[in-house]
């Protein structure tokens, strides 16, 4: 199936809900899944999924679950069993960290404090890499502390097909200032989990680059609790393996916090990239904002996003909004686009949602060359303005660079 | 001074039913400083004449000639046509994705020109051009054509007429769903950009209401892919008055005929 032109656009405030009485009482939870699935039982609440540190609590997916639907499950057999990380001849993936003295701390064994505080995994993938994670990088930014420099940790994969298990925490005190960019390179079957510590009035940005060798899989759980006024960004930048499988999710432990999920991808032939968020509304007065942009071309080239925010009962005041947008290239590509949305109050400052896949089609190119632009610098123009949007956040020039170079190189693969 | 010259021309599209002919030997000369309003009921080929002096790839020239000072415009593609100074003001712009009005003004205007703009000039060219179309300042951030409602999107058409500057203009139906307000704009738009003298331009149009704002000195009449009929300005108060009636079917071809003979003579 080529993906199919959709645009679909919701706000909801609260005056507007129908039924929903200044009560706050009486409410119903309003659901949106766009996905149209037949035959899927889904669930009545995003909070209602299971999580757990047991592997034996989470079955094999068979792909017909609602988390895996989308995914090649058969393709993710390695990542998925209950394996150790590959050691021989060599670990079957590097970390190097990059960051001021002092900021890394001695290495948490499952069960440590913070290790395991935030996040619990919530799949069988997050569940096995916590598992098989004897040690988990921990990282702390101390109080009030702004580095100058991101900090980072560069994963690199000795070897396609080599299954590696990770953890890491990362804390930022209290109104402490930074960026940590974990980048990936190299190929490995990457099973990533990532716990964030948000302080009060802390403002963190996480950069997860995905720049994986063709033949790499990588499957991860992001988890982030946001502190009282605290400003929390991911953004996840997806161009390389071959299967890509992240979760970002977030909630919060005090009121005026905000949390911005960002997600780009750009996927070829035969790639498959899947984002999945939830951002739980779980505190009064805070704001979320997810926006995912993802390129696609190539024959079976596949990327799907499942965007799921809960507006809790007690959320009074919240402010959520998300978006999904996909470009789709050539012939040939699929786009999974999903917002769901549960709101259990009407006394909320706004949520809403909205999802497009749209095509670079004959016309777009006939209108910009009969302005005189030639064809090559045309589609350049459509993909790097679009994709853009997501590069701009970062804020760290020399990354931002190497994205824009790398976007570049993707589509100059197109026309080959 | 430049010429526009389309000879004998045939065009066909394919259709389900397979090749179907549109243009059936259109010839029509313009030259700078001339407006030529090209009139007739719907479905009489006009559009097609548009799209293919652009260059639109839907529609196969099947005989005859299209020249620009000389040069052959059917040897060039789209992007060499805009450059070699044909505009084409599209009856339905399409929304681009992903490209702001700035990003991609600029970018045409550089290769139109072969260099970039000075910058500081430009942007406030740019916003001059915009104020006197009344193009609100924040479309300049938003996407190509993106939300716009009609009436935005064939001002912002003319706005790169004006930008761009080409010899010749190709209007297509830029009035259609427009009020008297944003007529008037656009026509000034239109008509400023055709003050400076430099410019030729071919009026495609259904009704006659925008020839009260811009003002042609000849006026063709299109039926079924064919001129029936040309003449001066007084040939459009005609049509105002009388319709396309007197070209339909039932009129035959002889008196069309007939009418062309007189209008020639």
Redesign the interface.
């Given at each position: 199936m080529t993906a199919e032109i959709t645009t679909e656009k919701a706000r909801i405030g609260a005056p507007s809900i129908a039924g929903f009485t200044e009560e706050g009482e009486g409410l119903v939870s309003a659901k949106v899944d766009h996905s149209h699935n037949h035959g899927v039982t889904v669930m009545s609440s995003r909070a209602e999924r299971l999580t757990s540190f047991d592997v034996a609590d989470f079955a094999l997916p068979t792909g017909r679950e609602e988390e895996w639907r989308f995914s090649p499950v058969r393709a993710l057999a390695n990542l998925l069993s209950d394996t150790a990380t590959a050691l021989d001849p060599e670990p079957a993936a590097a970390f190097t960290v990059d960051a001021p003295e002092g900021y890394l701390r001695t290495p948490l064994a499952p069960g440590a404090a913070p290790r395991g505080t935030v996040l619990t995994p919530a799949d069988r993938a997050a569940v096995v890499a916590s598992a098989n994670a004897d040690e988990a990088l921990h990282l702390v930014i101390p109080a009030e502390a702004e580095p100058a420099e991101p900090l980072r940790i560069l994963v690199h994969g000795a070897g396609a097909g080599r299954r590696s298990n990770a953890h890491f925490v990362l804390e930022a005190g209290a109104n402490s200032r930074s960026v940590v960019i974990v980048e990936h390179t190299g190929a490995a079957d990457h099973n990533g989990n990532v716990e964030v510590i948000v302080g009060e009035g802390a403002k963190l940005t996480v950069i997860s680059v995905q720049l994986w060798e063709d033949d790499a899989k990588h499957l991860g759980q992001h988890d982030a609790q946001v502190g009282k006024d605290a400003v929390y960004k991911h953004i996840a930048v997806s161009l390389g393996g071959s299967i890509v499988r992240l979760n970002s999710n977030v909630r919060f432990s005090g009121e005026g916090a905000e949390a911005e999920l960002l997600g780009l991808y750009y996927a070829d032939a035969g790639q498959h990239l899947e984002h999945r968020s939830f951002v739980d509304h779980n505190e009064p007065n805070c704001k979320s904002n997810v926006l995912y942009k993802g390129a696609l071309q190539g024959k079976n080239a596949h990327t799907v996003w499942v965007g799921d925010v809960l507006i809790q009962k007690q959320a009074l005041g919240t402010d959520s909004y998300e978006k999904n947008?996909n470009?789709v290239l050539t012939d040939g590509c699929r786009a999974d686009s999903v917002p769901n949305l549960e709101i259990e109050t009407g006394l909320i400052e706004g949520a809403g949602h909205a999802s497009s896949t749209?095509r670079?089609d004959?016309?777009?190119l006939?209108?910009?060359?009969?302005?005189?632009?030639?064809?090559e610098?045309a589609r350049r123009?459509?993909?790097?303005?679009?994709?853009?949007e997501i590069i701009q956040q970062i804020k760290v020039p020399a990354l931002e660079e190497r994205l824009t170079e790398a976007v570049e190189r993707e589509l100059a693969a197109t026309n080959s | 001074m430049s010429t526009l010259e389309i000879k004998d021309l045939h065009v066909s599209i394919d259709t389900e039913q397979g090749t179907k002919e549109i243009l059936k030997g259109v010839s029509l000369t313009i030259r700078t400083g001339e407006t030529h309003a090209i009139m007739g009921p719907n479905g009489s080929g006009k559009s097609t004449l548009a799209s293919t002096i652009?260059?639109?790839?839907r529609y196969n020239v099947t005989g005859g000639t299209i020249t620009l000072d000389g040069e052959d415009v059917l040897a060039m593609?789209?992007?060499e046509?805009?450059?070699a100074g044909l505009f084409?003001a599209?009856q339905y712009?399409?929304e681009?994705?992903?490209?702001?009005m700035t990003?991609?003004l600029r970018?045409?205007k550089t290769?139109?020109d072969g260099q970039a703009p000075a910058l500081r000039t430009w942007t406030k060219d740019v916003k001059a051009a915009m104020q006197q179309l009344r193009i609100d300042a924040d479309f300049a951030q938003r996407?190509?054509n993106e939300g716009f409602s009609g009436g935005e999107k064939k001002r912002v058409e003319i706005l790169?007429l004006e930008l761009?500057k080409p010899k010749f203009a190709v209007l297509d139906e830029t009035d259609s769903g427009l009020d008297v307000d944003a007529l008037k704009i656009v026509s000034e738009g239109v008509n400023r950009a055709h003050a400076e003298g430099k410019m030729g331009t071919m009026l495609i149009t259904h009704y006659t209401r925008i020839l009260r704002y811009i003002k042609p000195e000849f006026v063709h009449v299109f039926v079924d892919g064919q001129v029936v009929e040309e003449g001066g300005p007084e040939l459009a108060d005609r049509l105002e008055e009388e319709g396309y009636d007197r070209y339909a079917k039932g009129a035959g071809a002889a008196s069309i005929a007939a009418a062309a003979a007189a209008a020639q003579a």
């Open positions: 947008q470009l749209g670079f004959d016309e777009h006939f209108y910009l060359m009969a302005r005189g632009i030639p064809e610098v123009l459509v993909v790097r303005g679009f994709l853009n | 652009a260059g639109h790839p593609s789209v992007d046509r805009a450059r084409l599209m712009p399409v681009v994705p992903g490209v702001t990003n991609f970018t045409a290769a139109i996407n190509v790169q761009f």
